[in-house]
């Protein structure tokens, strides 16, 4: 579901770790509501990117803005509170919190303190977690680790989710479950920037697929298209 107007712009985005240049000369227009794909071989900067996008890491070069409004200097918490919402490759609740207060936590820090056990309530009900609420995250399996921080990522209503590898180690019905709630979340407005090394995943969600290699932004486009390229190819066989 992707409406017209731009959601996120980021321009020249760039980040170096010591002398080596994770990644280099970024940009992307994403519009509200659309489902983007990043893909690239592992290393090549996807994670880099959306840390600089979500504040965690601080680029050293570019532009990041959300609806309009420069991101520069925010920390993750506001740039969550100004829509822009994110997952890890490894979950990472509060191990001693239960499930229903590790979603009142982004919450709480938000500014939605008031009703913040209904809306995580809500949130719990929306991943199909509202049955665990009172359990530890170490009682729930792989998947259900999955949906709670996906769960917490929701909370505040983002405009934008950068759903990163939330896929991973899970079995091909785990994997369907994921690719339904995110759709399901797309479809009510949210757009998606999903990281994903599960190429049927990635493909069947995305209307749009980046591609990096070595931190470079190497092809974009409609999904089959850019799977195509003999670049795209070349660079997952190793052969760039
Ligand atoms: N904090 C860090 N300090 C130093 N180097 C880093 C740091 N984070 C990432 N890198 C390096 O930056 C490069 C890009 O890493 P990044 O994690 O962004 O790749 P990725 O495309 O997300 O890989 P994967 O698919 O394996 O998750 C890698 O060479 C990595 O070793």
């Not at 107007?5 to 002398?19: D, I």
């Not at 190429?199 to 749009?208: D, K, L, P, Q």
């Not at 089959?224 to 760039?240: F, H, I, M, T």
């Amino acid at each position: 579901m992707s409406g017209g107007e731009v959601l996120l712009r980021a321009e020249g985005v760039g980040k170096r770790f010591g002398g080596f240049v994770a990644l280099q000369g970024i940009d992307l227009e994403l519009r509200a509501g659309e489902r983007l794909g990043l893909i690239g071989p592992n290393g090549s900067g996807k994670s880099t990117f959306v840390n600089c996008l979500s504040g965690d890491f601080a680029a050293h070069d570019g532009r990041v803005t959300l609806a309009g409004q420069p991101l520069a200097g925010l920390k993750p918490h506001r740039r969550a509170r100004l829509g822009l919402a994110r997952t890890f490759q490894l979950p990472q609740p509060f191990a001693s919190l239960s499930v229903l207060e590790n979603v009142r936590v982004p919450l709480l820090f938000g500014g939605e303190a008031a009703a913040a056990t209904p809306r995580a309530l809500e949130c719990l009900e929306e991943v199909e977690l509202a049955g665990k609420a009172a359990r530890l995250p170490r009682e729930l399996t792989q998947v259900e680790q999955r949906r709670l921080e996906l769960a917490r990522a929701i909370a505040l209503r983002p405009r934008l989710l950068i759903a990163d590898e939330a896929m991973a180690g899970l079995s091909h019905a785990e994997v369907d479950q994921i690719l339904a709630l995110l759709l399901r979340l797309n479809a009510a407005g949210t757009a998606v920037i999903m990281i994903e090394h599960i190429m049927r995943a990635v493909t069947e969600f995305s209307e749009r697929l980046l591609v990096f290699v070595a931190g470079r932004k190497i092809a974009e486009g409609a999904p089959r298209a850019v799977l195509a390229l003999p670049e795209v190819e070349d660079a997952y066989l190793g052969r760039q």
